[in-house]
């Protein structure tokens, strides 16, 4: 399947198949359906007509994930980096003729979770590639890659799509759901349909709800802080919580700056851009091994602050993101 957000690079990709490169770097936000398109693209390389027909035993070898010429490498769910082990293990295996005398393709997916041996071994590799190999690199954080690894590689970069060509497909997706609910979802996924949809599909509007009345509890002091966070702390994906922080602020940012009636206070605007702050540099304080129970129950303090007070927000998150003075 090849969504309509990507039927540009899809095209693009079909002109290419006469002429490829040996690497490519798909880089573009999580999810739109990168991963998809890569299963797509490689399906193609296998299939005989090399255009992922889905009759030929290529298509068929592939589809039922036994094709021998197509490799992942990919962070594993207990580790936090790609190791040189993977990798060497990779390249052993595409030295190896190819089983069905084909092309074969490598997909790593997160180049950005190599450690430093692994960057340099997979770099060797880019540079000295074994034959009839095909890497397909994808990322959601480009910024993240060295020159070195993105030099190596030919280009095909993907964007979210338009609000409203995401909104129609998510209500093609989800024809029961109400228009409230799908825009909440885009929303909090950042404008990306796949991961909007996934969101409806788990049911985590419940679980927006409950954020919801959680925050009704603490600030009308119903519920403590630590109470509230030790709920937050058993949801699947509990760093979600930033997210909907993140939203709110653009929420009530919105409302003060694009409302002709907005009364508002300049002080209650900049701390809410501070506070905006805050959930970014929350997050990151998150996936960095602080604290999580401390790092959310700041927060809520934080949110609850600016509830109370037009202080100016003095954050426990300041740091690299906030650079100068707001005011």
Request: glycine share 4%; proline share 4%; aromatic share 10%.
């Amino acid at each position: 399947m090849i969504y309509p957000w990507m039927e540009t690079q899809w095209q693009h990709w079909q002109t290419l198949q006469s002429r490829l490169g040996h690497a490519y770097l798909l880089s573009g936000p999580h999810g739109i359906g990168i991963e998809t398109f890569v299963q797509q693209l490689a399906q193609s390389i296998f299939c005989e007509q090399h255009n992922a027909c889905g009759h030929c035993s290529g298509c068929h070898l592939f589809v039922t994930q036994q094709h021998p010429d197509f490799f992942h490498l990919k962070i594993q769910e207990d580790k936090k980096e790609i190791s040189v082990d993977q990798v060497r293990e990779l390249v052993y295996k595409l030295n190896e003729t190819s089983h069905q005398g084909g092309d074969k393709v490598a997909w790593v997916e997160g180049p950005e979770h190599l450690n430093q041996s692994a960057f340099n071994a997979l770099l060797k590799t880019l540079e000295e590639p074994a034959a009839q190999t095909l890497f397909i690199l994808t990322t959601h954080k480009v910024g993240s890659l060295p020159a070195t690894i993105i030099s190596r590689c030919q280009k095909l970069n993907f964007t979210t799509p338009p609000i409203e060509d995401a909104l129609v497909w998510l209500q093609e997706a989800n024809p029961q759901a109400d228009i409230t609910l799908l825009k909440r979802a885009l929303r909090l996924n950042w404008g990306a349909p796949i991961a909007a949809h996934q969101w409806i599909e788990l049911g985590l509007f419940d679980q927006d709800n409950e954020w919801k009345t959680a925050l009704k509890q603490m600030q009308n002091v119903q519920k403590t802080v630590p109470k509230v966070v030790e709920k937050w702390l058993k949801w699947e994906q509990p760093q979600q919580v930033f997210d909907y922080f993140y939203q709110w602020s653009v929420s009530a940012l919105r409302a003060a700056l694009y409302k002709a009636d907005s009364d508002y206070s300049d002080e209650q605007i900049q701390n809410w851009l501070r506070f905006q702050q805050a959930c970014l540099q929350a997050k990151n304080s998150w996936h960095a091994n602080a604290n999580k129970q401390l790092v959310m129950e700041a927060l809520c303090l934080e949110w609850l602050q600016i509830q109370q007070s037009q202080t100016p927000l003095q954050s426990v998150f300041a740091g690299n993101l906030i650079k100068g003075s707001l005011a």
